[in-house]
């Protein structure tokens, strides 16, 4: 993806909802941003793989391709961080999406200085992703057979490169440079999301079963992390029993 270095901050919105896309654009754009709005899943999955955008915001329900399915296609192709919509009190659907890459989720309730929050902290990990490799390079960590790279923003298991997403890499460095220690779901969500954690969130415990999938590890049997009932997690030291 290559974006213009200066200028407005390019968006794409892939909504069936006409007034709403009007809304956003009249909100975001003296804001610094630039919005285009397709309004059907196949439309904005074709404009998503283009290139053209910094990220996302995509709504589940669509005209002639789903947005689950938008998304689905879109992770085959693509680290373009994607903000989903939601219906109030669609779980499954936002579980699903988090399972398929998306970076963050906001329920069509949304007010839109949460809008603005969420979408700065999808754009700042991605921008983070963009810079590895930088001057200022992070020493490596390593945890058993992991091997971490903040700066490169790379992950090997037992030499293997693992594809993660931004959120998935962010939240395996947070608990990597804890290991041994009980990260509280709060503080993996600040950290890994730049969000404050809201009651009956899951988005943490979905991320961590999809990474938990990636290292091939069993939550029963952990390698790797451990669930810290009513607490939080922890990434096994290599000595631990």
């Known amino acids: 993806m290559s974006l213009p270095a200066e200028g407005p901050t390019p968006l794409l919105v892939v909504d069936d909802d006409v007034k709403l896309c009007r809304l956003l654009r009249d909100y975001l754009e003296p804001l610094g941003y630039a919005v285009e709005a397709v309004h059907d899943g196949r439309s904005g999955?074709?404009?998503?793989?283009?290139?053209?955008?910094?990220?996302?915001?995509?709504?589940l329900m669509l005209p002639g391709?789903?947005?689950l399915?938008?998304?689905r296609e879109l992770r085959r192709e693509s680290t373009l961080p994607v903000l989903m919509l939601?219906?109030?009190g669609d779980e499954p659907d936002r579980i699903a999406g988090l399972e398929l890459g998306a970076d963050d989720y906001l329920p069509k309730t949304f007010s839109t200085r949460e809008l603005l929050a969420r979408l700065r902290a999808v754009l700042r990990r991605s921008a983070a992703t963009r810079a590895a490799g930088g001057p200022e390079r992070?020493?490596?960590?390593?945890?058993g057979g992991l091997w971490i790279d903040p700066g490169a923003r790379?992950?090997?298991?037992?030499e293997k490169p693992l594809a993660l997403t931004p959120v998935e890499f962010t939240l395996l460095l947070c608990l990597a440079r804890s290991a041994g220690r009980v990260r509280s779901r709060e503080q993996l969500l600040l950290e890994a999301a730049d969000r404050d954690f809201e009651s009956f969130d899951r988005s943490i415990d979905v991320h961590v079963s999809s990474l938990r999938k990636k290292l091939g590890d069993d939550a029963k049997e952990p390698r790797f992390i451990e669930t810290v009932r009513g607490v939080g997690y922890r990434l096994r030291r290599p000595e631990a029993p």
Not at 138 to 143: F, L, M, T
Not at 154 to 158: A, E, G, R
Request: aromatic letters at 0%; glycine letters at 6%.
């Open 45 to 59: 999955l074709a404009r998503a793989l283009s290139g053209d955008h910094a990220a996302v915001i995509l709504d």
């Open 65 to 67: 391709m789903n947005g």
């Open 69 to 71: 399915d938008v998304l």
């Open 86 to 88: 939601t219906a109030l």
């Open 138 to 143: 992070e020493a490596p960590v390593a945890v």
């Open 154 to 158: 790379s992950v090997t298991l037992d």
